[in-house]
T-cell receptor, first 112, second 112 residues
């Protein structure tokens, strides 16, 4: 079946440092979404990438979708304590219709 | 807030019992997806309902079943509960089956 892997599993950074999480799928994806989940909360949609090689920015967050549509990354510039949480990627396989497969997430901890 | 509500917020059951979880979708959304999130893991797709019909199913046994009502609210039923069913159960609503999903706060189920 489809697998979506994320690395690293955990990341501790000092406030102000950059952070990147990587997402890799075993199959080609039709699109990929990114979510943020705060401790004790629920996933909150951040963005969706659809096109090969697509890059989107939201303030300090930069999202990329690989040329082969099998990998993606989220980069946060100059982390803040409000960035704390777990970041999940979730992909839709091209012939799997509506099923969204989540990665295991990267838990970001920011030291002030 | 997404406008997606779930009830109850917490639930404790014993092995072998049955449970029903409820979800009210965001106004205007006709699709509800259900996910199981075990502690420290990403959400796993259980199934999706679109206009009252099941519209995709993940790798979950038949004792996980669901319903969607004419007002697009939904229920998740789990029979013969097992210890491993302890998890956060999330529903997510969307305008269409492949559009952006908005998650509710979840129901935390503990099976003893």
């Amino acid at each position: 079946g489809q697998q979506v892997m994320q690395i690293p599993q955990y990341q501790h950074v000092q406030e102000g440092e950059d952070f990147t999480t990587y997402c890799n799928s075993s199959t080609t994806l039709s699109n990929i979404q990114w979510y943020k989940q705060r401790p004790g909360g629920h996933p909150v949609f951040l963005i969706q990438l659809v096109k090969s090689g697509e890059v989107k920015k939201q303030k300090r967050l930069t999202f990329q979708f690989g040329e082969a549509k099998k990998n993606s990354s989220l980069h946060i510039t100059a982390t803040q304590t409000t960035d704390v949480g777990t970041y999940f990627c979730a992909g839709r396989k091209e012939d799997a219709g509506n099923m969204l497969t989540f990665g295991g997430g990267t838990r970001l901890m920011v030291k002030p | 807030e997404t406008g997606v509500t779930q009830s109850p917020t917490h639930l404790i059951k014993t092995r072998g019992q049955q449970v029903t979880l409820r979800c009210s979708s965001q106004s205007g959304h006709n699709t509800v997806s259900w996910y199981q999130q075990a502690l420290g893991q990403g959400p796993q797709f259980i199934f999706q309902y679109y206009r009252e019909e099941e519209n995709g199913r993940g790798n979950f046994p038949p004792r996980f079943s669901g319903l969607q009502f004419p007002n697009y609210s939904s229920e998740l039923n789990v029979n013969a509960l097992e210890l491993d069913d302890s998890a956060l159960y999330l529903c997510a609503s969307s305008f269409h089956s492949q559009e952006t999903q908005y998650f509710g706060p979840g129901t935390r189920l503990l099976v003893l």
